[in-house]
């Protein structure tokens, strides 16, 4: 048994899992966010807001503090050549606005840079750029847009938000519906090797979690915990362990299965939704995320 306080500080040390976006949901500052479809995962910057708008392409933030500023996220398939081409010439955004550049595109390491002109708008704006290309063909250009006198007070965010950008195949790895099970492309043990599997529930004063990382070399390690509080009385339990595990199935459906060091197992059915793109395991909705503690 352990006390509140201390789940409590355990679930703030563990990495938050990403949340498929969707459209017209405000998502606030250091929500981990994903677009599994595209590949693209990035983190909102802490007193800042997301929101994707129905009918848009690109994601939309905004620091709490000052709506004046905006960084648009925009995710491209292309090449880095391509994108930098393309950041090299106007853009643009629709709606009367486009991006004059004032400059030739410089890079920092693998981040290409640019500066334009906003056009379009009431008063005078500028926009500061950042953009990356990942091996898989897509890339996501963050693009601040400011009064000029603001601009250089919120670039450092940017690349905070590149920092925090994880380029993937699309589709996030998932299984994929109808590839050959010869290829090993939809079987299941190939999609969770070296992944961090999650499941989060909340409600009724009650809280549940539950994390396995899944190896690479077949071991994994897991973690669950939940806690309640009712009637003046508060209590939380913590479990875990490690040992083996195997995968079995392709498409979109198989089955995971524990192997604990006492010769017990425990199995989990799994499933792939291809409308909604979300894993679903036991019949819940899991999550995946950055496998931080083993590859």
Known sequence: MVTSAALLGWMAARPAPAVEVVQDQIYPGDTRLEASELGVAFTVPSG?????????????????????????????????????AMMGAP???????????????????????????VRGGASELSAYAEALAGEHGVAIAYVL??????????????????ASTRLEAPGGGAPSAGASTAEGADRWDTYLRGKHVVRLYSGSNYTEEEHIWLCSDGTFQRTSNSGGYGGGASGAFQGGGAGRWTATGAGATGALTLHWPDGSTSRYDLRWDYEENHLYVD??????DQNEVCR
């Open 48 to 84: 800042w807001r997301g929101v994707w708008p129905g009918g848009s392409e690109g994601f939309v933030l905004q620091p709490e503090s000052d709506p004046a500023v905006h960084i648009l996220a925009l995710g491209e398939e292309g090449t880095r050549a391509e994108l930098a």
């Open 91 to 117: 853009v643009d955004l629709g709606e009367g606005f486009s991006l004059d550049p004032t400059g030739a595109v410089t890079e920092r390491g693998q981040v290409l840079i640019g500066r334009y002109r």
């Open 145 to 162: 847009i400011a009064p000029s006198e603001l601009l250089a007070r919120h670039e450092t965010t940017v690349g905070a938000l590149v």
């Open 283 to 288: 019949g819940k909705r899991w999550f995946h």
